[in-house]
C-alpha cells in the first residue's frame, strides 16, 4: 500500500534580497549615467532650435518654456538637450583618444621591452610633466575657429600620459605571470600573447582609465566654456555656464538659466565617479573589504569602536 504523500502547509520564509553596498554603488551611478546620456541623445530630436530667438525673455518655467528662457528668449530646455549632447561628444572622444594613446604607449611599449619601452617611457614621462590645462588654455586662445573636435583633441592629447603609465606598471607585473611564460614557451606568437593572455586581465583597468579620461573631458571642458575659451560652434554645459554669466544671471536671479547644466554637470560627474570607485573595488579587493569595514565602524557606538580598538591592541 502506498503512503499518502503528507501536504504541509507551512509557509516557507523568504529571503530578504539586498544588493551588497559595490552592486548599490555600481547600479546608481549606471542609472544616472544612463539617464543623462539618453537625454543628450533623444532630447535634441523633441526641442526646438536652441539658438531661436523670441520676445519673451528671461522668463521662468511654464508650459511653453519647462526650463524658461534666457535674456534674448532662447528656450533652456533647448539649451540644456543641445549641451548634454555636446558634452557626451566631447567625453566620448576623449575617452576613445586617451584609450588608443595611453593602451599603445603603455601596454605595446612595456610588453615589447627594450629600447622600444624606453623610448615610450621617455615620451609618456615627457607628455607627464606638460601642465594640460595651461596648455589648453594657450591653444585655446589662440584659435579662433574653435570646434568640438579640436577642444577634444587638445584634451586627449595633454591627458593620455597618467594613465599610459599605470597600464605600462600593470602591464609589467603581467609580463612576468607564469602563464604568460608558458605561452611563450610553447611559442604562441607575441601578438597572440598579448591579445589572450594579457589584455583580458587589464579590460577593468583600462575601464577605470577611460570613465576618470570621461571625467577630466567634460569638467575641463566645462572650465575651458566658462572662460570663454571652448568650443565656438556648439551648445555644451559650460557654454550655458558661460552665457549665463554673461548674463548676469545670478545677480538677475534667473536660477532656471544656471542651475540646469551646473545639476547635470553635478549629477553626471557623481555618476562616474560611483562607477570608477565601483571598478576600482573590483581591481583591488582590498578597498573592498576596508570600504565594508568602514561601514561597520559608521554603525558602530563609541563605546564599541573603543572595546574594538583595545583588543586590537
Known sequence: MAANPIALDVPIPRRRVTLPPLTAKLATGLIIGAAIVLFGLIGPLLVQDPSRVSDVGLAGPSAEHLLGTTQTGQD???????????SLIVGAIVGVLTLALSAFFGIVGAYAGGWVDEAFSLFTNIMLVIPGLPVVIVISAY????????????????SWAGSARVLRGSTLSLRSRDYVLASRVAGEKR????????????????????????????LG?????????????????????????????????????????????????????????????????????????????????????????????
Open 76 to 86: 533652456v530646455l533647448a539649451q540644456l538637450a543641445y549641451a548634454t549632447r555636446g
Open 143 to 158: 584659435v579662433a575657429d574653435r570646434s568640438l573636435l579640436l577642444v577634444s583633441v587638445v584634451l586627449a592629447i595633454t
Open 191 to 218: 601578438w597572440r600573447i598579448l591579445a589572450v593572455e594579457i589584455l583580458p586581465n587589464l579590460i577593468p583597468l583600462l575601464a577605470s582609465q577611460v570613465v576618470f579620461a570621461v571625467i577630466f573631458a567634460i
Open 221 to 313: 571642458e566645462a572650465g575651458l566654456s566658462y572662460l570663454g575659451l571652448g568650443a565656438s560652434d556648439s551648445f555644451t554645459w559650460g557654454t550655458m555656464l558661460y552665457y549665463a554669466q554673461n548674463g548676469l544671471a545670478l545677480r538677475l536671479g534667473a536660477w532656471w538659466w544656471f542651475v540646469p547644466p551646473g545639476l547635470m554637470l553635478a549629477l553626471f560627474g557623481a555618476a562616474l565617479s560611483l562607477i570608477n570607485f565601483s571598478i576600482d573595488e573590483i581591481i583591488n579587493p582590498k578597498l573592498r573589504s576596508q570600504t565594508r569595514a568602514a561601514r561597520r565602524g559608521w554603525r558602530m557606538s563609541r563605546e564599541q569602536l573603543r572595546k574594538a580598538k583595545e583588543s586590537t591592541l
